[in-house]
């Protein structure tokens, strides 16, 4: 596609469920971010992927977040037992470059809004 | 690990002033620098970025920041306001000697007064 897709849009989950969203980065870009964006805070960034290295996770808040990127594509954001504290919008971006190289600005989605009740 | 600061959280002007917004960040090393823009409702673009030659960058919307080597810094300005200039910015900086790690800062939201 043209741009970064995420979906779903929206999800309203139950406290304790596990929930996945999905990233489908521009063809081509090799980095993969993803980022949180709590009502009224700035950024979190979470996990980075780049080509073939092992990512980035030291943003992953704890250990029921994970993330993988399969075939260097598409990214699945996992959160296990949800909390009322995992409400945000979850972004994700690409960008072109090596992990040597910046070629690209990062391109964002539209985000997931995750709500959990 | 580099860091992204962002002084101004809310700031609010009247249309036609002037604005500037800090950035400064703390990595020394080959950085490229990054303004975004996020409009209510609407998802994260770019505003203007700088990767190497002329530090002073000239943006979409009448935006540019001056990247200033020596004080770590790249601050987003604009002559003159518009109430559609309503949003929030975020700095962003990346380095090549960093894994290509996007780090931004924690945002600033501009109210325009019409």
């Known amino acids: 596609g043209a741009g970064v897709s995420q979906s779903p849009s929206n999800k309203v989950t139950e406290k304790g469920k596990d929930v996945e969203l999905r990233c489908d980065p521009i063809?081509?870009?090799?980095?993969l971010y993803w980022y949180r964006q709590s009502l009224g805070q700035g950024l979190e960034f979470l996990i980075y992927f780049q080509g073939n290295s092992a990512p980035d996770k030291s943003g992953l808040p704890s250990d029921r977040f994970s993330a993988e990127r399969t075939g260097g594509s598409v990214s699945t954001l996992t959160i296990q037992r949800t909390q009322q504290e995992d409400s945000a919008v979850y972004l994700c971006?690409?960008?072109?470059?090596?992990?040597?190289?910046?070629?690209?600005?990062?391109?964002f989605g539209q985000g997931t809004r995750l709500t959990v009740v | 690990a580099q860091s992204v600061s962002q002084h101004n959280h809310h700031v609010i002007l009247s249309e036609a002033a002037s604005l500037e917004l800090g950035c400064n960040y703390s990595?020394?090393?080959?950085?490229?620098l990054f303004w975004y823009v996020q409009y209510p409702g609407q998802h994260l673009q770019l505003l203007l970025k700088y990767f190497s030659g002329d530090p002073l960058v000239k943006g979409i919307k009448g935006f540019e920041a001056e990247f200033i080597k020596s004080k770590f810094s790249f601050n987003l300005r604009k002559p003159s306001v518009q109430w559609s200039d309503t949003a929030e910015y975020f700095c962003a900086v990346n380095s090549n000697n960093a894994g290509n790690m996007l780090t931004f800062g924690g945002g600033t939201r501009l109210m325009v007064k019409p």
């Open positions: 990595y020394g090393g080959t950085v490229n």
């Open positions: 971006a690409s960008s072109f470059g090596t992990s040597t190289l910046v070629l690209t600005e990062a391109f």
């Open positions: 063809s081509g870009h090799t980095a």
